[in-house]
Each structure stands twice: as structure tokens, then as C-alpha cells.
């Protein structure tokens, strides 16, 4: 069974970094394009960050430039560096496959960004 976790979400103050991870079971995660995904309060869940089977990666124009997707394929965890952090980047991160399947969500971390 294919299921995803989600940790490494906090409270943290404006500019600070946190390093979301995502351990995958029952899939090898590397040979499929992964994604890390956000949704706000009242806002739709949206895709931040992915990750191809050929370690290309790619961002949302929100987070170009601060945040990072990788991952450990000995670990099978996926990995989200988060820096620079604003309050607008408050919200529950998922990961999840890209594009995402709706049977596989996890219950994802939150990371509150606030003074």
C-alpha cells in the first residue's frame, strides 16, 4: 500500500528556514515525478515544487529561488528546504506524485510563518 508522511513543519519567524520531509512506502519514489503541495486557509491546494525521475526540478513562481525540492533514494524520503520563509507561505504541505493522485494524500505537516 502506497502511503505518504509528512514532517518537519513548525512555527517559525519571518526569514527563517524549515526542511519539510516526506517518507514514501510501498513505491520507489525516484522513478516517479514527486511533488510538494501547499493549501492555505480558504485556498485551493497548489503545487509548489516537483521533482522528475531525472532529478529535473521544477517551482512555483511563489517560491522560485527559495525553496529547494530533493530527495534520498536510499532514505525513499523527499525532501523540501524551505528559506526565506514569508507569512504568505503558511499552510499545510503535502507531497504527493506529480500530478496528484486523490487516493494518496497523507495528512501533511503545517508550517505557520509568523512573528
Known amino acids: 500500500q502506497v502511503q505518504f508522511v509528512e514532517s518537519g513543519g513548525g512555527l517559525v519567524q519571518p526569514g527563517g528556514s524549515l526542511r519539510l520531509s516526506c517518507t514514501a512506502s510501498?513505491?520507489?519514489?525516484?522513478?516517479?515525478?514527486m511533488g510538494w503541495y501547499r493549501q492555505a486557509p480558504g485556498k485551493q491546494r497548489e503545487l509548489v515544487a516537483s521533482?522528475?525521475?531525472?532529478?529535473?526540478?521544477n517551482y512555483a513562481d511563489s517560491v522560485k529561488g527559495r525553496f529547494t525540492v530533493s530527495r534520498d533514494s536510499a532514505k525513499n524520503t523527499l525532501y523540501l528546504q524551505m528559506d526565506s520563509l514569508q507569512p504568505d507561505d503558511t499552510a499545510v504541505y503535502y507531497c504527493?506524485?506529480?500530478?496528484?493522485?486523490?487516493?494518496?494524500w497523507g495528512q501533511g505537516t503545517q508550517v505557520t510563518v509568523s512573528s
Open positions: 504527493n506524485f506529480a500530478p496528484s493522485l486523490k487516493n494518496y
Open positions: 510501498g513505491m520507489n519514489l525516484s522513478i516517479y515525478r
Open positions: 521533482i522528475t525521475r531525472s532529478a529535473d526540478t
